[in-house]
């Protein structure tokens, strides 16, 4: 059976992948977190523009998990690009 997709880019088996060694899974306030350091610009990306605290408790444990660094604003670490780079469109293919 396919694992379900929960916020487009995100795959439940990568997900575990990444938070395996801690057993925390990705709640809706991660995914959103990490959806928005892999695919917006800077600015909206920048450690005050977490909109509550669960954003930042959120970002937190994904840097914890090393998936995201902090400098100044959130940026996706090698490893997260890599494990949840999005599909190719196949549309684009021939």
Do not use: K, Y
């Not at 990568?14 to 695919?39: M, W, Y």
């Not at 909206?44 to 840097?63: K, M, P, T, V």
Request: proline share 7%.
């Amino acid at each position: 059976m396919a694992a379900r997709t929960t916020t487009g880019l995100l795959d439940e088996r990568e997900i575990a992948r990444c938070f395996r060694h801690s057993r925390e899974p990705l709640d809706l306030v991660g995914a959103a977190v990490l959806h928005r350091a892999l695919t917006r610009p800077s600015q909206e990306r920048a450690r005050h523009a977490l909109r509550n605290h669960a954003e930042h408790q959120a970002a937190a444990r994904l840097i914890a998990a090393g998936l995201l660094e902090d400098d100044g604003a959130l940026r996706p670490t090698p490893r997260a690009e890599a494990t949840f780079q999005a599909p190719p469109d196949p549309r684009w293919h021939c």
